[in-house]
């Protein structure tokens, strides 16, 4: 039997997924607006447990997915703002990051210039099922996981998230 990612994070991808394509068929700045948010929460917990890593590292993962759609379609609105925010959040909770990776910085995942892709990474990496489901049905391995939480790797995510969402 084939694992199934959450009614919710499917949900989610369909939503972002048609945002980062450029056909969105929910309001993007709502649920933009609701994503960075959840992501504030997720970035301000000091010493996140176990689901708080894969929040993090799921909402990091997401941000990034859609920070360009922010910065070109929404410039004008507070999502830029708030995605700024969430960065300078983000780097403050990983502040003084360190790879964690077993094989270093070069097993940093590198799949990342695909939004649509990123997207559903993102939000399997929200939940312990999600995960499951990218280990069976993307073939990913335990430390490939990992690395999407290594705390080096989504530092730099903050990074490319405030560049971004900021259009220049």
Not at 94 to 105: F, I, M, N, R, V
Request: with cysteine; aromatic share 6%; glycine share 8%.
């Amino acid at each position: 039997m084939t694992p199934e990612i959450p009614a919710d994070q499917r949900d989610l991808i369909g939503d972002l997924s048609g945002i980062v394509s450029d056909y969105p068929y929910v309001d993007p700045e709502l649920a933009l607006t609701v994503l960075v948010d959840a992501a504030k929460g997720a970035f301000a917990r000091p010493a996140p447990g176990d689901q708080g890593v894969k929040e993090r590292t799921g909402h990091a993962i997401l941000l990034y997915a859609t920070c360009w759609y922010v910065g070109y379609r929404l410039a004008e609105t507070g999502v830029p703002t708030a995605y700024a925010e969430a960065a300078n959040a983000l780097n403050t909770a990983l502040a003084s990051a360190l790879c964690t990776c077993a094989d270093g910085p070069g097993s940093h995942p590198d799949d990342i210039d695909d939004p649509e892709h990123l997207v559903e990474i993102g939000a399997a990496l929200l939940s312990e099922e999600g995960r499951v489901y990218l280990a069976e049905v993307h073939e990913l391995e335990p430390a490939e996981i990992a690395a999407y939480d290594c705390p080096a790797f989504l530092d730099h995510l903050a990074g490319e998230i405030r560049v971004g969402a900021s259009p220049s």
